[in-house]
């Protein structure tokens, strides 16, 4: 049950029912136990509206509002919140429900959308950078919250696998074949092989003609060409399987639309834009101008989709795919996955996909767009030598800081189970403190702090969910015919906090914000913490002991579906 849903729906009938019609309510959770669980703020801004005075306002929408079920205290402080104080027993009875509910007491949305996923997307041209690890991740977590809340999900991993560039790869892999090298050793390295083709490219020029003519004869269907880019196109699959496999995200092979898959329909998007004169021949380019992209000079930006040369462009691709998604995939909802660069491209193709009628005008389409992760000196993450770096050799380093420091702390243990131990720390420390940060932010990419067990970081969370395991093996078993009793006010603030969970999720599936449920799970184990400190279990009256385990289960079960939603693991034993 998501209660501040429920609430705002009482609430805002009673504020209509006092004079103020379409009012919002806006409930959110108390930042402090002592003005209740839930305030409600709406009553001013509608008290305003109205001309009246607020607490007036409020004093009349309590006359209209039954919370009797739920809450024992329902008061106005200050110039007229509504500050609510839930009943420690409806407390305990949601959370008993919780803790035996499939979804910890969330319910399917009852609107299911088929919702498309646009991320990862690396170029296939070489391996996966850290420019990829935000796209990758976050697209993943939201992919996950809409999964779990009763959304169709239908991922799309538009990777780059066409261009100039692989004609100047495969021109590489041509040179290499005639003098028999091995193909697979030398792709190995997909980033080396890349360097050495285009230096090729850029010292030679009979190459580098070669490589163009390559192309065409690549997108003409040449047989040996194609079969040395599919040759290619699985190699770099392979490495970005291994990364997928390595972040626990949950990418497939099955989930690549490639940009050559559009190539076909390409020719007809450009036809199909001029039946519905969307198309101006604008220095041999056809270009599409929409009223809606006007410069500082009042000129507008066009949206290049076809070069004088006939060459196509990422809009064109983008277009075709957009209507392929809604054509074959029946795409309610299309979010877009892509750095925050993106944004004026992306506008420009969405609404000149509902001016085409590629895609109908309530189709939601979202560019949730991301920052940029930052070195510490405030620029983009480099290598020493202001390289690219390459996203294995990041996570690699993760894993080996994580392994240095659980030896640190675990020396007597077994290797294998500190390297175990060091791959779930250290994956899952980079893909927090990328998660826990505003996607619309840049970060700056620090390891002391991702991988600190204090603060808000996986480490953190995952050595809460391993504490309150030791916390079972000292107890045992849960008797279940106990009920959870709150009396103690942090045991109240705990359970209050763990029904909030399905607001967090709420919020990410309708947002794409994965930072709002890491700053609940925080919330959550800080909130554990303190109830454990305050209200000891194992020496407690065998009732209390186990209402107070039920809490503990449920705070695990909470972690625990949280993190995964994230796609972080957790452990057992730390």
Partial sequence: MNIRTHLDTKISEALANAGAENAPAVVKASARPEFGDYQANGIMGAAKKLKMNPRELAAKVLEHLDLSDMADNVEIAGPGFLNIHLKNEWLADKAELALTSEMLGMEKTANPQNVVIDYSAPNLAKEMHVGHLRSTIIGDAIARVLDYTGHNVIRQNHVGDWGTQFGMLLTYMGELQEKDEELS????????????????????????????????????????????????????????????????VLLTRDDVMPESAYNDDLPQVIIDLDKQGLLTKDQGAQCVFMDEFKGKDDSIIPMI?????????????????????????????GLYLVDARQSLHLKQVFTAGKKAGFVPEETQLEHMAFGTMMGKDGTPFKTRDGGTVKLIDLLDEAQQRAFDLVTQKNPDL?????????????????????????????????????????????????????????????????????????????????????????????????????????????????????????????????????????????????????????????????
């Fill in 414 to 574: 077994d290797e294998v189970s500190r390297k175990s131990i060091a791959k779930t720390v250290g994956i899952g420390a980079v893909k927090y403190a990328d998660l826990s940060k505003n996607r619309t932010s840049d970060y700056i990419f620090n390891w002391d702090t991702m991988l600190s067990f204090e603060g808000n970081t996986a480490p953190y969370l995952q050595y809460a969910y391993a504490r309150i395991q030791s916390i079972f093996r000292k107890a045992g078993e849960i008797n279940s015919d106990t009920n959870i009793v709150l009396v103690e006010p942090a045991e109240r603030q705990l359970a209050s906090k763990l029904l909030q969970f399905s607001e967090a999720i709420e919020i990410v599936a309708k947002e794409g914000t994965p930072n709002l449920l890491c700053n609940y799970l925080f919330e959550l184990a800080g909130n554990f913490m303190t109830f454990y400190e305050a209200c000891p279990i194992m020496k407690a009256d065998e009732d209390v002991k186990q209402s107070r385990l039920k809490l503990a289960q449920l705070t695990a079960n909470t972690l625990k579906t949280g993190l995964d939603l994230l796609g972080i693991e957790v452990m057992e034993r730390m």
């Fill in 185 to 248: 050793m030398q792709l190995s390295d997909l980033e080396k092989f890349y360097q050495a083709a285009k230096i090729r490219f850029d010292k030679d020029e009979d190459f580098a003609q070669t490589a163009r003519e390559n192309v065409v004869k690549l997108q003409a269907g040449d047989e040996n060409f194609l079969k040395l880019w599919k040759q290619f196109i699985d190699t770099s699959l392979n490495h970005c399987d291994e990364i997928y496999k390595t972040l626990n």
């Fill in 305 to 333: 989709v076809q070069k004088s040369d006939g060459g196509y462009l990422y809009a064109t691709t983008d277009l075709a795919a957009l209507r392929y998604r809604h054509n074959k995939l029946n795409m309610d909802r």
